[in-house]
């Protein structure tokens, strides 16, 4: 379908002599036309063209492709036919085998080899000047002279008959409250090509130095503002250069040519719930934000409303903080490798003193992980590690886990020991474990021992697990989560005030150990099955995918078969249940050998629980 490519008057003369005509045949890969958009130009071999446009196709979030040439159909005029005060100005740079070998002014002298090349325009039409002025902040170049510095990031694009190359970002700093209306405006006006990549540390990205970006000038990012990063065009650089083709041309960082052609994204402006992201702060060492869409937040902050119940009348609801579900849970999407730790001994006449509520939850959360392919393990006392060993080999009998997991333990010693168990080679910059998770934990109180809700001193069962959550903290890239029902859990000391004031004997059994999101629960178990629903529903929604794939590598449609088959269900939790009553693990309370968690009937409230989570995690919005 022929489109008619419009030119300003003002663009270089390199460009209008290369595609300028009445009808120049371009063919539209969306079939939609529009107002003019600039696009950045990449020329290759008719041989490669087919390679290149699915490349593209599989990374549209930097590579937007617009359109492209029919080969032997595009001609370029007479040089002397255009007028053009900034005639012989570099515009192009020219590929042989895989090398910049110079620039170019016009690709005339190329004629008779462009008769079996094809032209690509990649959408460059996203404006981060006009977002930041509709979210109220200044240029940064006002006059408009510079251009902005992208940098090569460490992140793959996805590879396709030969193109492979790096992510290429440019990054603008914002003031922190600044920072969700600008996330906002960018997606009003720019929809998926406007949505960031990353919010933070460059070297998250495997950005090094911002003062040496590998295009343009770079930026300073003055202290109290943010590092934020969107996809660029100019990754097809990388890709032209990967498939070392004798001959291939492609634009200078910086010359555009306007058309017509429009990608089938949605038109700017129309964002819903489903679309208009929230903004949150899910780590200060090193620096790092999430987002998620405004409906999938309010899902999970729905989760943990119907968690927050207290059916013991323990006085939970003093512990509550908002939020801390879904900060939980945004930080463990970003997460390679998790740790989970459970196990709280009560019953000092029985063999084994364990109790119900926990290795259910654990369980749970590490069916979904398993789902999300990211590795995981537990820990637990030594003392436990048999029982656990065979929980979870009983777990994959019976399917509610799909492989064996390991199952560690940790004796401590010295601050040293804790961060050589967590990093390798204890070298604090290579950790093993991106997030740290404590499910019904016995946790270290200030006086140095553990003590169940009764005020009993369990110190003797228990082995020093909580130092590893210590030595997270001093470890850059390490989060920690810790779920608990009563305050004496590990993790929660970030609500110990709370606890000593509330809880009944929270004076003496308040953990002093504190993780960076406190998910607090009427019983742990359910913690556990609402950081899995909770991983669900942002794994499902659009932006906070694009987001995780930083806009590189297709999306996996919402609702993902596997993901629904790991999610918490009735069934499994009877049939872990059945598990731990065969191995003689009790309930919380009452200590009886039965379907009972925290002395509360499996059938009559847990069970209710489960199917009520997955519901709400399932829902259409």
Known sequence: MPFTLHLRSRLPSAIRSLILQKKPNI?????????????????????LAP???????????????????EPEKWMLPP???????RMGHPQFWKYEFGACTGSLASLEQYSEQLKDMVAFFLGCSFSLEEALEKAGLPRRDPAGHSQAGAYKTTVPCVTHAGFCCPLVVTMRPIPKDKLEGLVRACCSLGGEQGQPVHIGDPELLGIKELSKPAYGDAMVCPPGEVPVFWPSP??????????????????????????????AKAPPGCLTPERIPEVHHISQDPLHYSIASVSASQKIRELESIIGIDPGNRGIGHLLCKDELLKASLSLSHARSVLITTGFPTHFNHEPPEETDGPPGAIALVAFLQALEKEVAIIVDQRAWNLHQKIVEDAVEQGVLKTQIPILTYQGGSVEAAQAFLCKDGDPQTPRFDHLVAIERAGRAADGNYYNARKMNIKHLVDPIDDLFLAAKKIPGISSTGVGDGGNELGMGKVKEAVRRHIRH??????????????????SNWGGYALACALYILYSCAVHSQYLRKAVGPSRAPG???????????????????????????????????????GLPFHNTHAEMIQKLVDVTTAQV
């Not at 390679?51 to 040439?69: D, M, Y």
């Open 27 to 47: 063919r539209n890969i969306s079939s939609m036309a529009g107002e003019l958009r600039p696009a950045s130009l990449v020329v290759l071999p008719r041989s």
């Open 51 to 69: 390679a290149f446009e699915r490349f593209c196709q599989a990374n549209t979030g930097p590579l937007p492709l617009l359109g492209q040439s």
């Open 79 to 85: 040089q002397g036919a255009i007028s053009e005060t």
């Open 234 to 263: 100019l990754t097809s650089l990388g890709a032209v250069s990967s498939c070392e083709t004798p001959l291939a041309f492609a634009s200078i960082p910086g010359c555009t040519v306007m058309t017509d052609l429009k990608d």
């Open 506 to 523: 929270g004076d003496v059994i308040a953990c002093d150990v504190e993780a960076d999101f406190a998910v607090i629960a009427g019983v």
């Open 560 to 598: 993902d078969q596997a993901w629904t088959q790991a999610l918490p269900s009735v069934i499994k939790e009877e049939k872990m249940l059945g598990i731990l009553v065969q191995h003689k693990v009790r309930s919380g309370v009452s200590g009886i050998v039965g379907m009972e968690v925290d």
